[in-house]
């Protein structure tokens, strides 16, 4: 079955840091571009980062540039969203999605269950 | 910035109607539009992504459709599992923005 799995959300202090990890399984990982998306208790999906195949292009939402950094590792169908200086905002169920496109950000058509971030203040 | 505005934010429908539900874009953004369906306590679906096609193995009762920076999604049919939370997103570059959401209630 084509899916990807999140892991690494907690709860952690304000100020400090976090690395959520997202494994894919059936489906050829290194081929697709891939995205992390937020949701904030009772709020709307929030977009927050996309890295393309290859890991080339690279974009953030300016709510969490300079503190978060997308990454993946095609040896290990692994993606990973560092996040530093967390904030009370941060709060948030973290989902890892495949994107339909391997070279920009266009539409998410596999996403996972989610990991939930805490940042308490 | 680019701005996207769902409506209504909340509707109420029996099985069997048809429903729709409108995103605007405060800029042209040409057919980059997706929707999703998000059920309680789970990630969201995708359902029609480039405004208009379908995506794999979701049911012919939903439709986009687009005029100018106005777009619709429209289910044909509601059906029990879409009683739901419905998101539109735009997709012709970074950021992508989702609009704000529209529950669809008995």
């Known amino acids: 079955e084509v899916q990807v799995v999140e892991s690494g959300g907690q709860l952690v202090q304000r100020g400090g840091s976090l690395r959520l990890s997202c494994v894919a399984s059936d489906f050829i990982f290194r081929t697709y571009g891939m995205d992390w998306v937020r949701q904030a208790p009772g709020k709307g999906p929030e977009w927050i980062s996309y890295?393309?195949?290859?890991?080339?292009?690279?974009y953030y939402a300016d709510s969490v540039k300079g503190r978060f950094t997308i990454s993946r590792d095609d040896g290990t169908d692994s993606l990973f969203l560092q996040m530093n200086s967390l904030r009370a905002d941060d709060t948030a169920v973290y989902y890892c999605a495949r994107d339909k496109s391997p070279s920009r950000p266009y539409g998410l058509d596999v996403w996972g269950q989610g990991t939930t971030v805490t940042v308490s203040s | 910035d680019i701005q996207m505005t769902q409506s209504p934010s909340s509707l109420s429908a029996s099985e069997g109607d048809r429903v729709s539900i409108t995103c605007r874009a405060s800029q042209s953004i040409g057919d980059f539009l997706n929707w999703y369906r998000q059920k309680p306590g789970k990630a969201p679906d995708l359902l029609i992504y480039?405004?208009?096609i379908l995506q794999s193995g979701v049911p012919s009762r939903f439709i986009g459709s687009r005029s100018g920076t106005e777009f619709t999604l429209t289910i044909n049919g509601l059906q029990p599992e879409d009683y739901a939370t419905y998101y539109c997103q735009k997709s012709d570059s970074a950021p992508l923005l989702f609009g704000g959401g529209t529950r669809v209630e008995i």
């Open positions: 890295i393309s195949s290859g890991g080339s292009a690279i």
């Open positions: 480039g405004s208009y």
